[in-house]
Each structure stands twice: as structure tokens, then as C-alpha cells.
């Protein structure tokens, strides 16, 4: 192959830009710095560790209410001082320009006020999901970012991974034709009694801790919004479950006519989503663990070409949307999508009646 | 191995009758002769040729409204002229001693009229699901045939299938533990418009067709009857499903927490039933078809040691209940214990509440 012809073939695969020297090409960050606000098991066991897998991000800085944790993180990952935060001096992260991203792992109940506290500070925003306790909650948070034109993603993992973006093409490109219906349960035995997670204020309970993973599920199989629900809540502890939900079923009526059977639980291990289409079916069991994402369709395919770590990628996702500035594949309105189904889903429980959702 | 050890080995295997002359046996009927009620469908492609099949059952009688068919049955199985019947002269079928059992296969409201004219002629009844529109219905059918002595089973054979008794097992010996939450659907896409199945006061729509299906898995599931159920109905085809129902998703409560997810359609093809227990989980697709019954267990067992033909057990299964003088597998009470449940569904959807079923 002719020199010319091998540079031209460069250009065609879009590899050219690598060719350059380096000197040619605009100054641009490759990595964003990232402080992780609450050190619980999702940062500590999760997040943390993914951190280091990505190419675009890099931890940075904390946020914690535990100087012992605070140490500990410092001497880990090699964190400066002047990059660790308490939740009072947190506001003081708008002068670091160590850091970039923001990332909420707080109970749901603090969702909104870090997010504007960051929004303030000038940072881009990672939130955890549920996105807030209310539907009002998350306008606000949009508002905020918006106002301070900072980015603000919601942390729905599964959106960002290979087999689930799969079948959410499946949906737009209706390779199965029109979704009739969606059956989703995920839950775990949680043997706990006095976490946040029994506490519904602080945004416990199934519903808010997995049920919006089955319903963001039934919502991006179908790509539609539902305009109805109804939902029951149940409990074999009410000893505990007392306030939040231990178990709620609800039924998603979508404008086309597709139907989802959904079930969340604290009180049983289960993970699973079939979908059922006009001219086939598909399902993936686990679909929403943190690894293991694993399914079929019924012609015969096997999907079970997902990542190494859902979170890196996530992150990974996430941070070039921010340093390309293109769309966030999972934006705040995504997160208030969910909130004002969950407001209706409780509504529906408490009322015991079917609930439009306006 | 001697004589004698070998004789004995025969007796240890139980098959020690089989070495002896016949005449030492007492008489018994070897078959019991069957008269199909009602030609359609159901039993001209899958009853009859069942009957082929079996080993305790032969194909002696029809009776139908349609001379035509009675010619082609008579000529196609060998049927004597004196084992044919119309609905009018049915009830003559009391002295006809070819005839020990009649299996009703008639429109759900015809079930209980058919039932209890072959009860008082003196015959065993095999009557196909749903067994009546209402409760009641099922405890007069119940009644009559007491009185008259004669044995009611019900046509649900997947409780006679391999892999559905299996599971029925992991219930019963709580073999995976405590049963939390059973997912099933089942469902076709009927693309009739005036057919009796789309007439409710005939026992069409799709929770008395395939509803009591997945109603009747899950109580066959859990081992349980369900004391309350919240139920919505939906449809994409009003002009058709003005009437019964289209597809219906409904919700079970069980006495010992379990729950149940169900959705049943005449708009969409789906057939699975999904377990999640204390300790793991099984999953069947399809669960009900006709044949295929196919599954997993989360420990890894592949479930697919079906049968040939699922009616030639059921039917080979229910005659020797009736050869022997055992119980049914699927008595009449059973066909009533769903259509309480039915009841209460259409009740619940009706008047958009959650019911309690007594």
C-alpha cells in the first residue's frame, strides 16, 4: 500500500486526528475529577472501585460527615486535603477547580439539597437513584442546574449498559413489533430494621430503592410514558415495614395499549424482565444486578455481551456527554419522569384505586 | 439368577400380577368408553386423536348438533350409529352401557346443563375449563353429581403434566422454602370478532379462556387459596372486546404473604409462569401450551421431561381414578375454587377496588 493511499485510509476511518502531533489539537480535558458526596457501601464497595477503571474520570475529592472515613479514603486513593469536604464547608468546593463532577450518594432525602448546593458551587451533577422524594423535588433540582448551567444526570446504571441498550432498541426500532406487554420484579431480602431504607422520608422503602429500576425499565422498554397506574402495597413485617413499603405491585397502562405487570420488594430476592411484542418475546434475568445482565429472545438470541463494570461505564458515559458537550444519555428530567409515577404509584396504593397520571 | 429368586424379584417390583393367569384376577374394565360433547376444535384436533393414545379410554360416542361431523366422526373412528347423539336426544345416553364417561367440550355456559343431564343419566363427567360462569353454577354441578354418583373432574391438564407436578412438588415440600411471588401470563392473539369467546355470557373473554390458567398455576404454585385480588381489565380492540374482556391483569393475595402477578390476553401471544421463593427461583416457557413445557431452576435443573400428549395422560389419568375408585387429581371443587376467584376478578375490575374473596 501506497503511503498516500494508507494516510487516505486514515482519514476514512477517522483515525486521522491521531496521526497529528498533539500541538494541533485544541487543549481539552481527557478526565473529569470527580468528589463523591456520602462514603456508604455504593461509593465505598462500587463507585469507588469503578472510578479507577474509567477513562474519563478520576476520584478526586470526598464529601463525608466521618473524619475516620475521611482518612481512610485519603490514604486509599491518595486524596489531597484541601480536596476532602465535611457537609457544612462542602459549599467551598466551588473554588477547587480539582473537581468537576459532583457525585450524590446521599439517602434520596438529601438529593435535592446537594444538588443545589453543587449546582451553586458552579459542578456538574451526578445523582443517585430515586432522584428525589417528589416530583416538585426534582423540578427544582432541574431548575437549579439549569440556572447555574451546570449538567445533572441521574445515576440509572442499567441505561448506560450494552444488553439493556439492546433492547431498548428493540423497542424504537420495533424489531418485535409493538410492546404488548412487560412483566418486572427486582427486590432483595433486606434483613435490616433501622436503616434509611425502612424509613419512607427518607426515601425507603421498594418502591424508591428498586421499584424505580422496574418501572425506568418498563418506561425505556417501551420509550412511552404512562398515563395510569394502579399499585398495591403489601408487608409480611409490619413490625418494620410499618411506614415504607416491604413489597408494592403496580400495573403501568401506556399509551399504545402496552401494559406492564411490575413487583418490588425488600422481602425477596428476584430480578427479572420479560417483555412480550407483537411478534416475539424477550427477557433478561438478572436485568439489573451489577453484573451477570443475561437473557434471550424468542428467535433463538442470546444476549449476554454486557460490560465488565456497569459503573465505570456509566461514569465513562456520562463524562464525555460533559466534556463533548452532547446530551446526557440519562438527564434530571429522566429522574422526575419516575418521581411522578412513584408519587402516583403511592397515591394509588394508599387511595386503592387506579391513578391517572396527568 | 434361580427360578425362584427371579419369581421373587418379580413379586419386590410389584409385577408379580402380571406372571398370573388372568382369570385369577377379578373382572375389570381395562378402558372406559367416552363420549365427546361438542365437535369443535379442541376435540377434533386435540380430544380424539388423545384418545388414540391412551390406554385406559376409547373414543365410543359423540354428540354433536351437526349431522355432517357426526357422518365424518363415524366413518373417521369407527363410531357405531347407536353411540351418536344430538343435544336433544343426549339424555337417552343413560342407557347406553358403551358409555362410562362424557366429556363436556361445549361453550362455558352450556358446562353446567350438559354436565347435570349426563350426571342424571348416570355417567362420569369430564368437563372442560372454565367449568361454569359462576360460582354457583360450579356447586350445583358439584351437587348433581353426588347425588347421582358419578365422578367430576376437570379438564386442566397441566396439573397432570411431568414438569407442572414437579413444581407443584417444590410448592408442597417447600423445596426452594416459602413461596413469595409467582409472574404469569398467558395469552393468544384471537383475531375473531364473533366468535362465542369474545361473549362474556357465553364464558368468553380472556380470564374465563386463559386467565384461569395462570389463576389456577398460581394456586397450584403456592398450594393456597387466594383471599383477596385486585384486577383491571384492558382492551386495544373495543369494537370487538366490548363485552368480555380482552386482556386482564390481575393481583393475588395469598394466607401466607405470597402474592401473584397474572396477565391474561386475547390480544397477544405469551405463555410463562415465573417463581420466586425464600431460597431461589423456577421459571416455565411456555408453561401451558399444548406441548413444549419447558424450564429452569435457579439451581441450575433444566425442566423439559414432558409427556408425548398432555390430554392422553389427563384422560388415562382421570379414567384410572375412576377404574380404581381413587380421587381425581382435578375434581370438581377445583374447577369451582377458580371460578370464585373469577368472580371476585371481574368484580374487582368492575368496580376498580381490591376484593375480598370469602
Known amino acids: 500500500m501506497s503511503q498516500r493511499r494508507s494516510f487516505v485510509k486514515q482519514i476514512a476511518l477517522g483515525s486521522a486526528a491521531l496521526a497529528l502531533p498533539n500541538i494541533l489539537l485544541p487543549r481539552k480535558k481527557e478526565r473529569l475529577g470527580v468528589a463523591l458526596v456520602g462514603l456508604g457501601y455504593y461509593s465505598t464497595d462500587l463507585l469507588a472501585p469503578a472510578l479507577q477503571l474509567t477513562q474519563h474520570c478520576t476520584l478526586r475529592g470526598i464529601v463525608t460527615g466521618s473524619p475516620e472515613k475521611a482518612a481512610r479514603w485519603q490514604k486509599q486513593y491518595g486524596i489531597p486535603e484541601k480536596n476532602i469536604y465535611d457537609y457544612q464547608n462542602f459549599d467551598r ?24 448546593r453543587a449546582a451553586r458551587a458552579g459542578k456538574h451533577i451526578w445523582c443517585e437513584k430515586p432522584m428525589a422524594l417528589t416530583a416538585a423535588e426534582c423540578k427544582d433540582m432541574i431548575g437549579v442546574c439549569r440556572d447555574n448551567r451546570v449538567r445533572l444526570a ?43 431504607k425502612q424509613k419512607r422520608r427518607m426515601g425507603g422503602g421498594a418502591m424508591f430503592d428498586m421499584g424505580v429500576y422496574a418501572l425506568n425499565a418498563a418506561r425505556y422498554v417501551t420509550g412511552e410514558e404512562p398515563f395510569a397506574v394502579t399499585a398495591q402495597e403489601h408487608t409480611t413485617r409490619p413490625e418494620i415495614y410499618s411506614e415504607a413499603d416491604e413489597t408494592t405491585l403496580f400495573q403501568l397502562e401506556f399509551p399504545s395499549g402496552a401494559l406492564a405487570n411490575c413487583a418490588t420488594s425488600l422481602g425477596m430476592n428476584m430480578n427479572y424482565l420479560h417483555v412480550t411484542a407483537e411478534k416475539g418475546s424477550y427477557q433478561l434475568e438478572p436485568f439489573q444486578s451489577y453484573s451477570g445482565i443475561r437473557g434471550s429472545t424468542s428467535r433463538g438470541k442470546v444476549l449476554d455481551q454486557s460490560v465488565p463494570n456497569q459503573q465505570a461505564r456509566q461514569m465513562d458515559d456520562d463524562a464525555l456527554a460533559i466534556l463533548n458537550d452532547t446530551p446526557l444519555l440519562v438527564p434530571g428530567e429522566e429522574g422526575w419522569r419516575d418521581i411522578r409515577v412513584v408519587e402516583a404509584i403511592h397515591r394509588s396504593a394508599f387511595e386503592g384505586r387506579r391513578v391517572r397520571i396527568d
Request: charged content about 25%; proline content about 6%; cysteine-free.
Open 93 to 116: 468546593i466551588a473554588d477547587n477547580p480539582d473537581i468537576d463532577v459532583v457525585y450524590i450518594v446521599l439517602p434520596p432525602m438529601l438529593h435535592r439539597e446537594f444538588t443545589n
Open 154 to 196: 441521574i445515576g440509572y446504571r442499567m441505561q448506560h449498559e450494552p444488553i439493556t441498550r439492546e433492547i431498548i432498541g428493540y423497542g424504537r426500532e420495533k424489531t418485535f413489533g409493538q410492546i404488548k406487554l412487560i412483566s418486572v420484579a427486582d427486590g432483595y431480602f433486606d434483613g435490616r430494621a433501622d436503616h434509611w
